[in-house]
């Protein structure tokens, strides 16, 4: 039965991100073809799509806590669909703005926290704490797939049918997806006797993430990466577009790099780190990322879509591994009834970080031009790998799933 319960989540989850990448390829693409959007709309249009991880993923821990998790992510994708369709239907009465773009991207945020927050949680509810690390290397790998497939199948769609009309294929994989997640078993997590007031479990949660030895530190990185990667997003559209010159269906082969790296990341992650440790594969993936992201901007014409395409491979690599490393470690070494405030505490810091890379770089990129600015961002990925070796961390082998750091200082 858990197996079932399992697949067919899984299944869920597949089409709305296979569709998701084809859109998050159209979406910008479709600012910038059908509205000739600037560096500094297209940070807006990015921040909007990652606000909500400042504005709601602290409550987010709670509210998933105390709500049916089946009913919340249905509706949540039955809302991601109506956003996305409102793009071509606007489109198609000739009243398309920028300021459409980032409510669209704003409102999708917002479904996102709520709905990834509610996932994250229910995974190791049907999973065997043995078999999580595995699971959420398919879940990464699967997510890899649909970054590698989804931009260069989105790059054909747009370069066949336009941009604003493949937004479609995004609309009616989140229909799909809540048509399978309605399908499986009425599912709550577990929710306490009592219910304290919201703030109390909001500080209940950051408190132990703040105070975890390994938790916060791994967040604090996460939180440099991220804010990196929300520059990427928000100017590597446009830095392909305008400044490499390449046409839509290269962008979209050039972007699922990023999928090709991410999907080797998932298939070595157990190995690498059951080889050199958990702790020592963290900082190895940091150090690695630095050069790989000071590459993603260099050169021009052919060398410039290879060093991209390179760079771009090695830093999603880096990125899956300590992505899974750390992901599977939280939901091991955090208490069950916190595990959800634990997410959301993460997400709330980490993932928050991006509205605000994606809204300097846009700022940065008109001045500077997107090729300079992507290299001030490169620069400061050094920042990853210092957390780590500024930590117990670096004398570890492995993550031990005792967190009291006399205890960790006895496993060096």
């Known amino acids: 039965m858990k197996l079932t319960v399992f697949w067919r989540w899984w299944v869920a989850g597949t089409t709305s991100l296979f569709g998701s990448a084809i859109g998050g ?3 910008p693409l479709t600012a910038l073809t059908a509205l000739h959007a600037s560096a500094f709309e297209m940070g807006l249009i990015t921040a909007a799509g990652y606000l909500a991880y400042l504005l709601i993923s602290l409550p987010a821990g709670v509210i998933v ?4 998790l089946r009913g919340m992510q249905v509706a949540l994708d039955l809302i991601r669909a109506l956003a996305i369709a409102s793009v071509p239907l606007a489109w198609w009465f000739d009243a398309l703005t920028v300021a459409q773009l980032v409510a669209v991207a704003l409102v ?16 190791p509810e049907i999973v ?13 790998g699967t997510h890899a797939a649909a970054q590698l497939g989804g931009p260069s199948l989105g790059g054909l769609a747009v370069q066949l049918l336009g941009a604003v009309p493949t937004l479609l294929v995004d609309a009616v994989s989140y229909l799909i997806s809540a048509t399978l997640l309605r399908t499986l078993p009425a599912r709550r997590v577990q929710r306490p006797t009592e219910r304290p007031p919201m703030v109390t479990m909001i500080r209940e949660g950051w408190r132990y993430v703040h105070r975890h030895p390994i938790i916060g530190p791994a967040m604090w990185d996460a939180t440099v990466t991220n804010f990196i990667n929300g520059a990427l997003h928000a100017l590597v559209p446009y830095y392909l577009l305008r ?8 962008v979209g082969v050039l972007i699922a790099a990023d999928g090709l790296g991410s999907l080797i990341g998932a298939a070595v992650t157990t190995r690498f780190t059951d080889r050199v440790g958990t702790a020592r594969g963290l900082i190895i993936a940091a150090v690695v990322s630095v050069p790989s992201t000071l590459l993603i901007p260099l050169g021009t014409g052919t060398a410039g879509y290879l060093a ?17 490393t750390t992901r599977t470690y939280r939901m091991l070494a955090s208490p069950p009834e916190l595990l959800s405030r634990v997410i959301a505490t993460v997400k709330f810091v980490s993932w928050g970080a991006i509205p605000l890379g994606g809204l300097l770089a846009g700022a940065l990129a008109g001045p500077l031009g997107a090729r300079t600015t992507l290299l001030i961002f490169g620069a400061l990925t050094v920042v990853s790998p210092i957390i780590y070796l ?3 961390i670096r004398r570890l082998r492995d993550l031990p799933l005792d967190p009291a750091p006399e205890r960790m200082e006895a496993r060096v």
Do not use: C, K, M, Y
């Open 108 to 123: 999708t945020s917002f479904a996102n926290v709520l709905f990834d927050v509610a996932n994250q949680t229910f995974l």
């Open 25 to 27: 390829l159209a979406l």
């Open 65 to 68: 806590q105390r709500l049916p």
């Open 308 to 324: 991209f395409a390179v760079g771009s491979t090695i830093l999603a690599v880096s990125t899956v591994v300590l992505s899974v």
């Open 390 to 392: 500024s930590t117990p």
């Open 128 to 140: 065997p704490a043995a078999q999580l690390q595995a699971r959420n290397s398919l879940t990464s």
């Open 243 to 250: 400044e490499l010159h390449a046409p839509p269906l290269l």
